[in-house]
């Protein structure tokens, strides 16, 4: 389930291309202030990166002070930023983060 859930978040990018290189998120109520090289470049390929890719800018879900919203665990998202982050460093050793249910 993690995995999956894992997977799911690695999908929303390249929104953030046209935005500064420091972009923040809310992340099921919680702020994240994450660069957008972390989100969209350590995996160009996953759902997260097509999500931000701007085709679909229109139809992220915002909060009422217009940040992008996810509607997910904020602590599975933050072991997922940190595995991007670490993805970014070495491509070939990024452990895939574990989060207990």
Known sequence: MARIFALFL?????????LSSRSQLNVGGETFEVRRKVL????????????????????????????????VNP????????????RLKDRQHAEIPVVAE
């Open 10 to 18: 690695l999908s929303f990018c390249s929104y953030f291309r046209s």
């Open 40 to 71: 969209c470049d350590a995996v160009p390929e996953s759902h997260l990166a097509e999500l931000f890719s701007g085709r679909w800018e229109s139809k992220i879900l915002t909060d009422s002070s217009g940040l992008p919203f996810l509607d």
């Open 75 to 86: 602590e599975c998202f933050g072991a997922i930023v940190d595995f991007l982050k670490a």
